[in-house]
């Protein structure tokens, strides 16, 4: 394949990939910024009350089916995916969309509902809290993001029109990166 070929390939990958990733690069560009701006997400909190006998293991097993049973006396359904455990807190995932938390204490189970509102579900789904085929999709993501720098890249360098312009770009851009990010 010649170097016209080849270039006018690689733009046609680029664009692709760049276009039908669009919404999650977006997403992650957002969530950031909106993060460092400080720009705190909204969630609605309600406190569950268990029954006082109310036991749970966190090291069960079966710790999902008892949380989803717990949940169901409450009569509460949520899709739980999966449940994060740590020092008697416990987390149903994903926690992009509604979820519980159930907390040992001294005093007993303390169990609460938590209804996200969006800017907080998309923080979720960008740190990787969200459905398993959504975190699947974020790693596909991830590696057609540097396909698509990398495309990029050569596309600028395949073009002589560009190629100068692409690496006065680029050390530039790596210049700042580093500038700002180890020596500041």
């Known amino acids: ?6 270039r006018n390939l690689l733009i046609l990958v680029h664009l692709f990939l760049a276009a039908f990733l669009a919404p999650s690069f977006l997403l992650v560009g957002i969530t950031g910024a909106l993060k460092l701006a400080g720009v705190e997400p909204t969630i609605e909190d309600i406190d569950l009350v268990l029954p006082a006998d109310t036991q749970l293991d966190p090291d069960s097993p079966t710790l999902k089916q008892d949380i989803s049973a717990i949940l169901a006396a409450q009569n509460i359904d949520l899709d739980i995916e999966s449940i994060r455990s740590r020092d008697g807190k416990m987390t149903t995932r994903p926690t992009s969309r509604t979820f519980a938390r159930i907390n040992q204490t001294p005093d007993g189970l303390k169990a609460s509902l938590h209804k996200p509102g969006l800017q907080y579900a998309l923080m979720e789904l960008h740190k ?38 692409t690496l006065v770009s680029l050390a530039l851009g790596s210049m700042a990166f580093l500038a700002l990010g180890f020596m500041v």
């Not at 394949?1 to 080849?6: A, D, P």
């Not at 993001?145 to 312009?165: D, E, N, W």
Request: glycine share 14%.
């Open 1 to 6: 394949m010649n170097k016209v070929k080849t």
């Open 128 to 165: 990787g809290h969200g459905p398993a085929i959504f975190k699947t999709y974020q790693l596909m993501a991830g590696i057609a993001l540097f396909l698509v720098i990398v495309g990029g890249l050569v596309v600028g360098l395949l073009a002589k029109a560009y190629r100068r312009k």
